[in-house]
């Protein structure tokens, strides 16, 4: 064999040896690419069922805190938000421009409002005290937000709707852990008292009731002097469970 026939067979045996490595190389790239697509698809999988957990954990405790107070004879909305509790007309009651009362009828729903978070918040909340908390795959709460509500009518003093709301929501806490002080001590997953507050003012009005109409007739507008409960559930994080 000539030397330029050794030369050339030598060149293909090169082009073929790159050729293979480069085969190889694009088999281990697509191996790697479809364990990557794997594991993320798995990871998604995880993070959807940790949702539906935290929804699901939710809707039970939701849903034991309403049947407590209905057995108490206390009325309360289960409204089409996730975990918000209303208690409006019939429970938590405030005169026009107030943002505390003295009527029993309000005093008894708080002591039975009291009495609820007591018996159901502990599983789902943890307590420094007794060195506990949820253990997955149940979810943990992140905050019980006490949100007040009002009417229509502008205030002419220093405090508008928006204070107001905020004043009674303010007040409403302070009454529920008067009553149940155990409650104070309970936390979420990162050590954060969990009992905070929040006024929406005129915002989320329920009867729709103008100002002129809710000054001249306030029972028509009690409904939206309200108090709410909204039970947040924490971002599932810890129900994440890394994928071997």
Request: with cysteine; aromatic share 2%.
């Amino acid at each position: 064999m000539s030397p330029v026939s050794e030369e050339a067979d030598a060149g293909l045996q090169s082009v073929g040896d790159l050729m293979a490595g480069l085969l190889l190389l694009f088999m281990l790239l697509a191996m790697v690419f479809a364990l990557s697509l794997s594991r993320t698809e798995q990871d998604r999988t995880i993070e959807i069922e940790a949702l539906t957990q935290a929804a699901g954990d939710q809707s039970t405790l939701r849903s034991a805190v309403e049947a407590r107070l209905e057995e108490a004879g206390v009325p309360v909305t289960v409204t089409p938000e996730p975990g918000v509790l209303r208690l409006g007309e019939g429970a938590i009651r405030f005169a026009a421009g107030r943002h505390d009362t003295e009527e029993p009828h309000t005093l008894r729903a708080l002591d039975q409002l009291a009495a609820a978070l007591v018996a159901t918040l502990p599983a789902y909340a943890c307590d420094p005290k007794t060195g506990t908390c949820p253990e997955a795959p149940t979810a943990a709460l992140e905050s019980v937000l006490i949100e007040g509500h009002s009417d229509t009518v502008d205030r002419v003093d220093d405090c508008d709707n928006h204070c107001l709301s905020a004043e009674r929501a303010a007040w409403t806490r302070e009454q529920l852990l008067l009553r149940a002080p155990e409650l104070s001590r309970l936390t979420n997953r990162a050590g954060h008292s969990l009992f905070g507050v929040g006024g929406y003012g005129p915002d989320r009005s329920l009867t729709g009731l103008d100002a002129e109409t809710c000054a001249n007739a306030p029972d028509l507008c009690r409904e939206d002097r309200r108090i709410e409960v909204r039970l947040r559930m924490e971002a599932p994080t810890h129900l994440l469970v890394p994928a071997p």
